[in-house]
């Protein structure tokens, strides 16, 4: 017993260095530069590598195909997707990749061809759950701990430009802070048509994640239902320090009193935007679908922001449908990275002739042409509804006169 002393002893210490290490590394590499707004470039280098892996990989996958005379399905597999779909429902579920990412091995084209790229595979595997889990969930704890504490001390501090300024800057940290926590890579174009107090904002609707996107480069008055547990004490932290504009469960099925909670938000010109997503539900990043009126009816200067994530490395999409939010956040967080664009788009005003859905609809169509994405008018409920089946006839009956003109070509040639 007394021989083994000397060596608990030992491995204690080197637990304690180990930690000491890691978190001097947390400290100096990511804390320190979130606090700041600053980045080493040490993430678009991950980003790159990640790139030439995928590059290899896919190219490996190919040549492996070809050499056991395996056939590409995605053609056939498109044309039974439109038989059994329509353009509503395809919209709830993750992208389909070009090329392997390493995270999926679900695709016809990505079976087990060679020992090499099944070896890579588990090495990912290995860094992503060992290495990089750990470190993001270090991460978040301590965004979401920074942020609790932060705004709740901020909350004591008397009205004014200094408490302004202290919640602004603790938002910001705490946010960018979480953005590594999901090693984002995150691309911002035209800074200068950011959202100015006393507007609102709008953007289309792809994760949960969206808020912090947004929210790591902006100060915004967050609006939501009031939730219990973490959440509750988060939302109460945040609006001591900020005036966010949350709702109780039984507020939130009024539309009268929603829309005069925000008109009273956005009349005081020295009150922070409002982030609203119109679309109310999330979409697979492919498209934009109805934006709800009632954002567009109170009579604000609307700034549209259009964001488009990169499938590549990660699939940012919460399928709610399909999948909780702890398995949801398990999945970004075992992800390599979330790589997105965010645009700016020019601040726009409802015109005199213009109803409230026209206006919404000319401002989702200003953010699908930007992120190049498709303009639906479909509303994002049905994600929750049985598509009617006339929808899906009705592609049905394209698809099969495309297949019956083709037929009626070749015969003829």
């Not at 920074?146 to 938002?171: A, C, D, I």
């Not at 119109?278 to 934009?288: F, K, L, M, Q, R």
């Not at 934006?291 to 940012?316: C, L, M, N, R």
């Not at 049905?382 to 009626?408: A, C, P, W």
């Amino acid at each position: 017993m007394f021989l083994l002393l000397p060596f608990d002893s030992l491995i204690v210490n080197l637990l304690g260095i180990s930690l000491t290490v890691l978190f001097t590394l947390l400290l100096v590499f990511i804390i320190v530069p979130a606090i700041f707004g600053v980045s080493f470039g040490i993430r678009k280098l991950y980003m790159k590598s990640l790139l030439k892996i995928f590059a290899w990989a896919t190219l490996r996958m190919e040549r492996g195909a070809k050499e056991k005379n395996h056939q590409l399905y995605k053609p056939y597999t498109n044309g039974m997707e439109t038989i059994m779909d329509d353009e509503v429902t395809k919209r709830f579920s993750a992208e389909e990749l070009e090329s392997w990412n390493l995270l999926s091995r679900t695709n016809y084209n990505f079976q087990y061809i060679s020992l090499r790229l099944t070896v890579l595979w588990g090495l990912g595997v290995l860094i992503r759950y060992c290495f990089l889990l750990p470190l993001r969930i270090a991460l978040a704890f301590t965004g979401i701990s920074l942020l609790v504490v932060g705004t709740t001390v901020v909350g004591y501090l008397p009205n004014g430009r200094f408490k302004e300024f202290m919640s602004k800057h603790v938002h910001l940290m705490c946010y960018r802070i979480c953005v590594r926590a999901l090693t984002a890579i995150i691309t911002y174009h035209d800074r200068e048509n950011r959202p100015r107090n006393g507007g609102i904002c709008v953007a289309n609707h792809t994760s949960p994640i969206d808020v912090i996107i947004l929210a790591s480069d902006g100060y915004y008055a967050m609006v939501g239902q009031v939730h219990g547990g973490l959440m509750g004490v988060i939302q109460r932290a945040m609006v001591k320090a900020c005036p966010h504009v949350w709702f109780e469960r039984s507020e939130v099925k009024d539309r009268h009193l929603v829309a005069k909670r925000l008109t009273e938000h956005v009349q005081d010109k020295s009150k922070l935007p409002i982030l609203i997503f119109p679309e109310g539900t999330c979409i697979n990043n492919t498209s934009v679908m109805m934006f709800k009126k009632g954002s567009f009816e109170i009579g604000a200067t609307v700034y549209p922001v259009a964001i488009k994530y990169d499938p590549q490395f990660g699939d940012a999409f919460w399928n709610s449908s399909k999948y909780g939010m702890v398995t949801y956040l398990l999945r970004m967080m075992t992800s390599w990275a979330i790589v997105c664009s965010v645009w700016y788009l020019p601040p726009m005003t409802r015109e005199a002739d213009e109803d409230a859905v026209q206006f919404a609809n000319r401002v989702k169509s200003a953010i699908a042409r930007q992120g190049g994405l498709v303009d639906l008018l479909w509303d994002g409920g049905l994600k929750r509804e049985k598509v009617k089946d006339t929808f899906k006839e009705e592609q049905q009956k394209l698809y099969s006169k495309m297949i019956v003109g083709n037929h009626k070509d070749r015969s003829r040639s």
